[in-house]
């Protein structure tokens, strides 16, 4: 399984970004929960921010982004995002797209649950 972000870049604070997450390997999209986590600088262990089930039936989000993020996916296209409404400077991070196999509709919520990563992308929120 291989998991492949894209879409982050540099915004003014109250601006919109929209990142991707494109899932590839031999099972099956759809067997697992996604999530975006974010680890700023300084900090050593990435933050919870967003999370979805296999099905797309339950979402759960971190309070600090809750209303103004928001997490989908298409099984059939095999990817996952999260647009990002009214940047905050706070959001500035490393975000990072997992993925856990799982057949239930819990969603995970710290790093260690995750098999998966991508290699990041950088987003930054100017004030």
């Known amino acids: 399984v291989h998991v492949v972000e894209s879409g982050g870049g540099l915004v003014q604070a109250g601006k919109s970004l929209r990142l991707s997450c494109e899932f590839s390997g031999r099972r099956a999209f759809s067997s697992h929960a996604m999530a975006w986590f974010r680890q700023a600088q300084g900090k050593d262990r990435r933050e919870f921010v967003a999370?979805?089930?296999?099905?797309?039936?339950?979402?759960f989000y971190a309070d600090s982004v809750q209303d103004r993020f928001a997490i989908s996916r298409d099984n059939a296209k095999r990817t996952a995002w999260l647009q990002m409404n009214s940047l905050e400077p706070e959001d500035t991070a490393v975000h990072y797209c997992?993925?856990?196999?799982?057949?239930?509709?819990?969603?995970?919520?710290?790093?260690?649950?995750?098999?998966?990563w991508g290699q990041g992308t950088q987003v930054t929120v100017s004030s």
């Open positions: 999370g979805i089930s296999w099905s797309g039936g339950r979402t």
């Open positions: 997992a993925a856990d196999y799982t057949l239930n509709q819990i969603i995970p919520r710290t790093q260690e649950d995750y098999a998966y």
